[in-house]
T-cell receptor
Framework: DAGITQSPRHKVTETGTPVTLRCHQT?????MYWYRQDPGHGLRLIHY???????DKGEVSDGYSVSRSKTEDFLLTLESATSSQTSVYFC????????????FGAGTRLSVL | DQQVKQNSPSLSVQEGRISILNCDYT??????FLWYKKYPAEGPTFLIS?????DKNEDGRFTVFLNKSAKHLSLHIVPSQPGDSAVYFC???????????FGTGTRLQVFP
């Protein structure tokens, strides 16, 4: 299994509070991704990174920001959580450009009340 | 608009029989296709992939078929086993990007 750790694994928070999810990898892979999984939508890309300090938006980026100050860590921040951001969040990594195989973490279940 | 579609939310198959999971796509610029399997409370795991220049790829019990003219791919599992019970996602990569677009998933149940 790829060395990917997501923390926390579960979180309950209130509307309007900031939340940060962490993805840590030990594979030294260049590319990292954040997805959310919702019933009826599959996995949707929020943001991704192609190197330290290099990030770009995915298809559902509104309300989210990311940071990558080290190769091994990719942080996802909900600046002001809303109930529509209740979801399961997955981090993924891939080794290089053109390698379509992404390896996923175990996920973080976030509930915004 | 859903570019990758899995129209069957669920599929039930008897152990030992063939499971066929289907996926349709709309974007002719997709050049690589993947299947992932997901168990509850775990992340998706890569299963098998196929390049758009091929029409078949096989790995043990798993075979993926690609029909480019119909913009359709399928995953065959033969023989199906109870441990194959999971949600299966197909995904597609748009040419010259590092991003995958996923379908909504099909829940496969293999019963004895």
């Amino acid at each position: 299994d790829a060395g990917i750790t997501q923390s926390p694994r579960h979180k309950v928070t209130e509307t309007g509070t900031p939340v940060t999810l962490r993805c840590h990898q030990t594979e030294n892979h260049r590319y990292m991704y954040w997805y959310r999984q919702d019933p009826g939508h599959g996995l949707r890309l929020i943001h991704y990174s192609y190197g330290v300090k290099d990030t770009d938006k995915g298809e559902v980026s509104d309300g989210y920001s990311v940071s990558r100050s080290k190769t091994e860590d990719f942080l996802l921040t909900l600046e002001s959580a809303t109930s529509s951001q209740t979801s399961v969040y997955f981090c993924a990594i891939s080794e290089r450009a053109g390698s379509s195989i992404q390896y996923f973490g175990a996920g973080t279940r976030l509930s915004v009340l | 608009d859903q570019q990758v579609k899995q129209n069957s939310p669920s599929l039930s198959v008897q152990e030992g029989r063939i499971s066929i999971l289907n996926c349709d796509y709309t974007n002719s610029m997709f050049d690589y296709f993947l299947w992932y399997k997901k168990y509850p409370a775990e992340g998706p795991t890569f299963l098998i992939s196929i390049s758009s220049i091929k029409d078949k790829n096989e790995d043990g019990r798993f075979t993926v078929f690609l029909n480019k003219s119909a913009k359709h791919l399928s995953l065959h599992i033969v023989p199906s086993q109870p441990g194959d019970s999971a949600v299966y996602f197909c995904a597609a990569r748009q040419m010259n990007t590092d991003k995958l677009i996923f379908g909504t998933g099909t829940r496969l149940q293999v019963f004895p």
